[in-house]
């Protein structure tokens, strides 16, 4: 009796503990811990604007200083950070054991980085940048006196992952303002980038700003006016560019998860493990795209499905009912394989969903064929008849001597 | 001109009747087979006509309706070459022989036919 109690007991704490398990691990795509590594303790108070920005967003920021021996971005083969803030660009040696290898290392494995350059950037941060495909400009110099100061950027034209977010004006040109120019910039127009984003295949989001001081309480606060124009803003536009930036590269927007894939034939319910060629079928899959705090429906018009075997032999746009259900509906071709359901959705500032399912189809059966057809009646009618007419041959030939 | 139409016509008719006078003195047997053949290959051309018409779709219907002709008229030609007492080639053959041949190679044709048919 006692023995059975426990019994009971021991396996209501187990169920408890399951739903329990369950109701934390609701799946949520935005980092939480971040690493932000300093050159200089004071950038804490001069940048705090953007760091309370972030922790007031549920973000856990560990402040480090670049060459604190203690940096470790994994322990026992598990990454500590979701995210990595890099605004020390001076440093010409991490502390610990980080180095390039390791941030390349954090990116690979889908986690996400920013990186701030100023006129004295490092080496180190050039190659962290280079092999993500940006180039800082090596001279040091101011390229556009207001709201950023640093250096420009360009980008590397192989890589088709960066992008430009600020470019400098068309009049703008990277080299040093206080010497005299000898030959023409390198650097000029709005081919400068002053800040560029990468989304690596793996959706990790990098930001690479060539500025430290588009994030400092200053620029946040001081006043702008256009060149030759005579508006006057009481307030710079960087502080809801740099939150907009960073809710993007943190993945609290524009990240995607495609759920539900369905397909079946038209008019049944149930999934088969094989299509007939020539059949009608439905497909469909759940979109959602996470707001920050909620996964909320995708709409968009622009999100196709192929039907693969090594060229998509049907493209079809799916249709969406406002709710995140896509939806098309096609016929297999006349060709029998093995085939993919695939969806390769690519949009800019998006996470890149890729979806793949594999489905073989086959030829009709022996007896799937169409049997006594109109068209062919004369041709069963001659087979026949030479049988008679063999038959009747048979009898005259023997019987006429 | 009009002299050497009227020779060649009558060249023609001359011949033609040689043909057909020669042809009389053919054994029955044959002619009968002479028959079966013509009337294969008259099968067979209608159905080529009528797939002309209709298009090709069943396709193998056409092909066994048109092969089985094919086939027979084959069959009775070679059945003709070997029962022919002028074919000194086969006069070992017993014309007994030749048509159990006959027989067994039609059986196999539309044996064929009937499994392409449908």
Known sequence: MAKSLTYTIFISLICL??????????????????????????LKSSHSIFFTSLQSRGFDLDFK???????????????????????????ERFGGSLDVAGILEFVDSGKD?????????????????????????EDPSAVAPVLFKGIGHSLNPANSLVLKVLSASPSAYSANPKSKLSTPPALYGSSISLVSVVQARNNARAVFSGSLDLFSNKFFKSPVQKAGSSNKFAKSGN?????????????????????????????????????????????????????????????????????????????KTMSNDKKGLFHAAFKVPDVY???????EYQRLGYTSLSLAKQIPVRPFRHNEYERFIPTAFPYYGASFSTMAAFFIFSFVYLYSK | MGKSTVTT???????????????????????????????????????????????????NSFL??????????????????????????????PPERAFADFVLCNLVLHLVIMNFLG
Not at chain 1, 113 to 137: M, N
Not at chain 2, 23 to 44: E, M
Not at chain 2, 64 to 82: D, H, K, N, P
């Open chain 1, 239 to 315: 502080e809801q560019f740099v939150t907009e930036l960073s809710k993007w590269v943190f993945h609290e927007r524009g990240h995607l998860k495609a759920v539900n894939v369905r397909h079946h034939r038209v008019g049944e319910t149930d999934e088969p493990a094989i299509y007939r060629i020539n059949d009608d079928l439905e497909y469909s899959v759940e979109i959602y795209e996470w707001s920050g705090s909620s996964w909320e429906p995708y709409v968009a018009d622009d999100v196709q499905v192929q039907f693969y075997m090594m060229s998509p032999y049907v493209l």
């Open chain 2, 9 to 59: 016509k009558d060249d023609a008719q001359a011949l033609f009747h040689s043909l057909r006078s020669a042809y009389s003195s053919t054994p029955t047997h044959l002619k009968i087979i002479d028959l079966y053949v013509l009337f294969a290959v008259f099968t067979a051309l209608i159905q080529v006509g009528y797939m002309a018409i209709v298009g090709s779709f069943p396709f």
């Open chain 1, 65 to 91: 200083l670049s060459d604190d021996p203690k940096i470790a971005l994994q322990r026992y083969g598990q990454f500590l950070y979701d995210g990595l803030i890099l605004f020390s660009p001076n440093t």
């Open chain 2, 64 to 93: 066994s309706g048109v092969l089985s002709c094919v086939g027979t008229a084959v069959l009775a030609v070679c059945l003709r070459i070997q029962v022919n007492k002028e074919n000194k080639e086969f006069k070992d053959l």
């Open chain 1, 337 to 343: 394989g093995v085939f993919q359901f695939k969806v």
């Open chain 1, 113 to 137: 980085l920013i990186v701030a350059a100023d006129a004295g950037a490092s080496d180190l941060i050039r190659s962290v940048a280079a092999e993500c495909g940006v180039d800082f400009d």
């Open chain 1, 17 to 42: 503990l399951i739903t329990l398990t369950h109701s934390f691990s609701t799946e949520t795509p935005t980092d939480r811990r971040i690493l932000v590594l300093l050159d200089d303790l004071a």
